[in-house]
């Protein structure tokens, strides 16, 4: 659910690519890290993708995003890539 959300965040030229995620849990809560690659046309398109993320609200069934965070942002041939991290936990 958290590929399909920021897939439609990023627009329809976008490649999103999930990394392998980690389980995480709390002393309260359980949940997952995740890691995933965004591909963008230009630096426009990253640009707008980026604006607002952290306050960004997605709806995730069964899950809360706990938090979200550009964690690299690189040229690549067709245009950027874009490093997310996101860490969602489990709705009790």
């Given at each position: 659910?958290?590929?399909?959300a920021l897939?439609?965040r990023a ?6 690519r999930?990394l ?7 002393a ?10 965004i ?10 993708f ?6 960004a609200?997605f709806?995730l069934?069964?899950h809360?995003l ?5 964690a690299g942002?690189r ?7 874009i ?10």
């Amino acid at each position: 659910m958290l590929i399909a959300a920021l897939a439609a965040r990023a627009g329809p030229a976008a490649q999103v690519r999930a990394l392998p995620s980690q389980s995480w849990a709390s002393a309260t809560f359980a949940g997952e890290r995740h890691r995933l690659e965004i591909g963008l046309p230009d630096a426009g398109a990253a640009d707008v993708f980026q604006a607002g993320l952290a306050d960004a609200e997605f709806s995730l069934r069964g899950h809360l995003l706990a938090d979200i965070a550009i964690a690299g942002r690189r040229a690549v041939p067709a245009g950027l890539l874009i490093e997310v991290e996101a860490l969602t936990i489990e709705e009790s």
